[in-house]
């Protein structure tokens, strides 16, 4: 099994930064896709920003210009820099990464167990 552990969340003032972590670990041979997604009460899981492949990055509109994803590859481990936040920006973040595994060897599709970012003044 993976398991994605995120930390990085809290609570911030408007225009403030945030930076989260998301670390993979488990019978890991390869991660295809790393990324972040959001959830809001009442709404549907979105993407904000995921790193395909070796260096492909894709942003939500709503966050583009703002966060920054990276990755590390050899740490297992995705980033979120979160500046300029914004109220709407409130929400439960989930890491998530497409894994090969080698025990068995598998791909599948891993979420991490959320952490809330919040941002009021």
């Known amino acids: 099994q993976v398991q994605l552990v995120e930390s990085g969340g809290g609570w911030v003032q408007p225009g403030g930064s945030l930076s989260l972590s998301c670390a993979a670990s488990g019978s890991i041979l390869s991660i295809n896709t790393m990324g972040w997604y959001r959830q809001a009460p009442g709404k549907q899981r979105e993407l904000v920003a995921v790193?395909?492949?070796?260096?492909?990055?894709s942003y939500a509109d709503s966050v583009k210009g703002r966060f920054t994803v990276s990755r590390d590859n050899a740490k297992n481990t995705v980033y979120l820099q979160m500046s300029g936040l914004k109220v709407e920006d409130t929400d439960v973040y989930y890491c998530n990464a497409e894994v090969v595994t080698f025990k068995p060897r598998r791909t599948g599709t891993y979420w991490g167990q959320g952490t809330q970012v919040t941002v009021s003044s």
């Open positions: 790193i395909v492949g070796a260096s492909a990055t």
